[in-house]
Structures are given as structure tokens and as C-alpha cells.
């Protein structure tokens, strides 16, 4: 069997929902869209259900995947994409966003008076949510309409940077709007958790920080490790080339191994190269990243051995950092982990 490998380790998962805990008294909505940010969202959901108040997704397929386990409330951050979503939300008992008036065409011939309608706000990310003027007419309407509860909400575009000008803004902007209405408000994701508890209000949404990919500096402890096996060792003479156009040539003699991972598997393409570690000691890759392979340059280390274990990252890694050799943010690299990739569970 290919020993590619993501490690989720649901110890990790817990703690990171216990530190959560310890920044805010709001109620926490765990965010396990895309498969829990590709940390399998059925084991996800098995360790911190407890925990949690409500849960929320994107797509009608990734709620009632959820709704197969849960009973708690589910919501659609999203909302609708097409109106005739409605009949799934009223069968599913699904919560669901309000982000734009078309939302709320036809919405009247369901019953959907086991939903809660989160009425989103735009308050200055300009990407979803109703603009503030539109605010007091589309309030009405909602309130006119036969649900369990209506809770207001918004998102902040920078809450991981401490006292963010922009965000700061956004968060006032949001509670003069709301200051005064009796309904739960929302605001808060995961940084906004650890950089702003101005922001909390009633329910906190949550991602990334129960992942553990960011937000190491706060006490997350990363959830994943991604590990590959030597599969090729050669011996490679000063001057040869290696790997896709012979990018990558050798400075001097070297050992070159092959580890079975690539992009298929959800790797970030790269031509530059990407540290990794063997038995505690650390390597570049060289050349180009394939589909289905890595090239790792192990220098003259005579201890590398066929069947050792390469990691790209483990518990104890900050996947920012991570991140950051890859060209991208940690959440680009857990959620491109393809379903190629085996998946195990540490308890
Ligand atoms: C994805 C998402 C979150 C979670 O964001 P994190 O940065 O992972 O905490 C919260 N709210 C909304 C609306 C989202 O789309």
C-alpha cells in the first residue's frame, strides 16, 4: 500500500475547541465546510459536537452530510444558490444565510419555521451580505416570515491582524447597526476570536482555530501531519539534471529519493524548492513538483534509507510557515488535500 499519509490527531482537535473556549463565553458554531478544511468532517464532528452549539457549511451535499449525524443546527453560510434549495432547508431543518434580497423571491410558499434565518450584513468586505441601507426593509421582511429565530450576523476581512484599522471599522459599523435589536448576533471567526473579543456578541464562528493551521502564537496545536515513504533512491553526479525540463541540476554528487506525493494528492504545485524532514533531519526538494511524485536531494547522507518516512509537515508545525514555502496559507494546504490520500486517526 502507498504510505501517503494525513495524521489527524483529535487530541490536538479537542484542545483547540477547549482554547477556544477559554477566549470567549459566546456559543460556538464550528465552521466544517469542505470536509472540516479536508480533515474528514465525520471524525471532526464525533470529537467536538459536545461542544458546540451549531455547525455550518456551504453547499446543500456538505449539510446533509452533516445532518446524517447530528441534530444540532446546521447552517448554510451561503445561504440558497437557487431558490428551490428551500425544499432541502425545510426538509433537512436546515439554518440558512440572507446575504442578498433575491434570497427572499418565493420564499414564503415554504415552511421553514424549524430554520433559523441569518440576516448577513455588509459591513465593509464588500463580498456578500446586504448593504447597510437596504438594512431596515429587508429586517422587516424577515420578520415577517414564519422562522425559529432571526440572528444577525456579518464577517470581518482581516480579524488576524491585531487592531486591524478596516476591521475595527467594520466592527463598529456592525454594532451601531444592531445595537438595540433584541436578536443573537454574530461576528467573530477565528481570529477575531483571539484578536477581537469586542466582536464576540452571542455566537462565535470558528474555523481555522479548531483546525489548528493558524493562530499557533494563541495556543492552537495543529490537528494534521502529511508524511510520504522513500519509494527511489539514486546516486546523481555533479552536473546531471533532474526530474520535469531538467530544471533542477546537481551542484555536486548526490543522492536523489522519490516519495509518492504530488500535486494529485493535493501538494500546492511548486518549482522552487520545499523543505521536508527525515529522521529529525531537514531537506530541500529538488526540481519541479510532479503529479504523483516529490524529488528530495539528500545531499551525501549515506543514512537514507528506502521505506523512511518524509514529512511535509507534523503536529509540531506552524502551517503558516509551512504555507509560506508553498506560496500560499495554510488554508489552501489542508483543503487541497485530495481523497487520494489516506486518511488515520489518532485518538
Ligand atoms: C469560513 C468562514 C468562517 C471561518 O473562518 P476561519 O478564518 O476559518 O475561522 C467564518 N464565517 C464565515 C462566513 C465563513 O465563510
Known amino acids: ?43 471532526v464532528l464525533e470529537t467536538i459536537e459536545d461542544d458546540v452549539e451549531s455547525f455550518s457549511v456551504i453547499t446543500l451535499t456538505e449539510a446533509e452530510e452533516v445532518r446524517k449525524l447530528t441534530t444540532k443546527p446546521i447552517l448554510l453560510l451561503q445561504g440558497v444558490h437557487q431558490l428551490d434549495d428551500y425544499e432541502l432547508i425545510e426538509k433537512h431543518k436546515l439554518d440558512f444565510v440572507i446575504h442578498s434580497s433575491w434570497q427572499l423571491n418565493e420564499i414564503e410558499k415554504y415552511n421553514l419555521s424549524n430554520s433559523r434565518i441569518w440576516l448577513k450584513i455588509n459591513t465593509g468586505m464588500n463580498r456578500l451580505g446586504i448593504n447597510l441601507d437596504d438594512f431596515e426593509e429587508l429586517f422587516k421582511k424577515v420578520k415577517s416570515l414564519n422562522t425559529s429565530e432571526i440572528i444577525l450576523m456579518s464577517h470581518l476581512s482581516a480579524s488576524s491582524v491585531k487592531d486591524d484599522p478596516h476591521t475595527l471599522s467594520q466592527i463598529k459599523i456592525f454594532n451601531d447597526l444592531v445595537n438595540g435589536i433584541s436578536c443573537k448576533k454574530s461576528l467573530s471567526n477565528s481570529g477575531a476570536v483571539f484578536n477581537m473579543p469586542e466582536a464576540e456578541h452571542d455566537i462565535v464562528r470558528p474555523g481555522m482555530a479548531i483546525y489548528g493551521g493558524k493562530y499557533n502564537e494563541f495556543g492552537t496545536k495543529n490537528v494534521s501531519s502529511l508524511t510520504s515513504q522513500i519509494i527511489s ?6 552536473g546531471e539534471r533532474v526530474g520535469y525540463d531538467g530544471t533542477w541540476q546537481a551542484k555536486e554528487d548526490c543522492i536523489i529519493g522519490s516519495i509518492p506525493i504530488g500535486y494529485a494528492d493535493g501538494l500546492p504545485y511548486f518549482m522552487k524548492p520545499i523543505t521536508v524532514s527525515v529522521n529529525g533531519k531537514e531537506f530541500k526538494t529538488a526540481g519541479k513538483l510532479n503529479m504523483d511524485l516529490t524529488l528530495i536531494n539528500f545531499e551525501q547522507d549515506s543514512s537514507i534509507k528506502i521505506g523512511d518516512t518524509v514529512k511535509l509537515w507534523d503536529f509540531d508545525s506552524d502551517l503558516s510557515k509551512v504555507s509560506e514555502e508553498f506560496n500560499t496559507i495554510s488554508y489552501n494546504l489542508l483543503t487541497n488535500i485530495s481523497s487520494r490520500v489516506t486518511k488515520n486517526y489518532l485518538e
Open 1 to 43: 500500500m502507498r504510505k501517503t499519509e494525513l495524521k489527524i490527531n483529535l487530541s490536538n482537535l479537542k484542545h483547540n475547541i477547549n482554547l477556544i473556549k477559554k477566549f470567549t463565553d459566546a456559543d460556538i458554531q464550528a465552521v466544517v465546510k469542505a470536509n472540516s478544511y479536508g480533515l474528514n468532517m465525520s471524525k
Open 233 to 238: 533512491l539514486r546516486n546523481i553526479k555533479a
